[in-house]
């Protein structure tokens, strides 16, 4: 497998995401990158599926970590 050591600054689809729901920390796909109206927002789901229920976050809030390979909430 190639390693890619080029920081990613676009979320894809499929992507990992890690959400801190409330007292626990939650595991996330990101479904749409597309969101009409808002360039700043994506949509996760547990599933992954399209329209199903899940969260509206804020790709600036999230950064990639290469160490884990997700998007991690940035500090």
């Known amino acids: 497998m190639k390693k ?20 626990r920390k939650v595991v996330y796909l990101v479904a749409r990158v597309d969101i009409p109206h808002s360039s700043e927002r994506a949509f ?6 399209d329209f199903t229920i899940g ?8 950064a990639w970590n290469e160490k884990t390979q997700m998007w991690t909430l940035r500090r």
């Open 55 to 62: 969260l509206r976050v804020w790709k600036s809030d999230y």
């Open 4 to 23: 890619n050591n080029q920081k990613r600054t676009h979320m894809k689809v499929g992507d990992r995401i890690l959400i801190n729901k409330w007292l």
């Open 44 to 49: 996760v789901t547990r599933s992954g599926g």
